[in-house]
């Protein structure tokens, strides 16, 4: 089974603090993606990513960057917290081809204060 | 500019009846897919059905259907036999293949099913 892992499952920042989002997957994905979730709102793609050390940007990637050193690993950084940062962030892998279904992590929800 | 729109934020339905979830979308491009993903309470997203825009027939997987009607841009999962962990966030997807990878995603609609 396809495992995408996340490296907390809540966590609690303060404003201006630099944040760092581990995402993990094990399948040999090239395609990697960063989501934040709000109510209402659906999933907004941040970054993605779908080679090593290449990215590309989402809809909404102002006051995110990302790294990408190692094929399974996909880093979101948030420089500067902001409380409008506060969210659910998705991270999710793929192959290419053919359709390219997602697979998701279980999630990481930031509070910043 | 594509677009998913789902006009449901909530439904209900009763244990074993069918329900249908409304997925509009928007796209110039004659090349594209449509998703649907499931996300329980837990939060984990879970990919259930796909149809690509040249498919000829509505995809199948199982309880979930994807009814596909390309000339009104509609994509609406049809769920039969409703069971009580069908409760559920429901998002439809868009992958749109002139920008590679890149997928958007409908604002979700909440299932409520009923005992």
């Known amino acids: 089974d396809v495992k995408v892992t996340q490296s907390s499952r809540y966590l609690v920042k303060r404003t201006g603090e630099k944040v760092f989002l581990e995402c993990v997957q094990d399948m040999d994905h090239e395609n990697m993606f960063w989501y934040r979730q709000d109510p209402g709102l659906g999933l907004r793609l941040i970054y993605f990513s779908y080679d090593v050390k290449m990215k590309e940007k989402g809809d909404i990637p102002e006051g995110y960057s990302v790294s990408r050193e190692k094929k399974e690993r996909f880093s979101l950084i948030l420089e500067s917290a902001s409380t409008n940062q506060t969210s659910m962030y998705l991270c999710a892998s793929s192959y290419p081809r053919p359709y390219n279904e997602q697979f998701f992590g279980p999630g990481t929800r930031l509070t910043v204060l | ?115």
Do not use: H
């Not at chain 2, 509009?24 to 059905?49: A, C, H, R, V």
């Open chain 2, 1 to 115: 500019a594509q677009k998913i729109t789902q006009t449901q934020p909530g439904m209900f339905v009763q244990e074993k009846e069918a329900v249908t979830l409304d997925c509009t979308y928007d796209t110039s491009d004659p090349s594209y897919g449509l998703f649907w993903y499931k996300q329980p309470s837990s939060g984990e997203m879970i990919f259930l059905i796909y149809q690509g825009s040249y498919d000829q027939q509505n995809a199948t997987e199982g309880r979930y259907s994807l009814n596909f009607q390309k000339a009104r841009k509609s994509a609406n999962l049809v769920i039969s036999a409703s069971q009580l962990g069908d409760s559920a966030m429901y998002f439809c997807a868009m992958r749109d293949d002139t920008g590679g990878f890149k997928t958007i995603f409908g604002a979700g609609t909440r299932l409520f099913v009923k005992a």
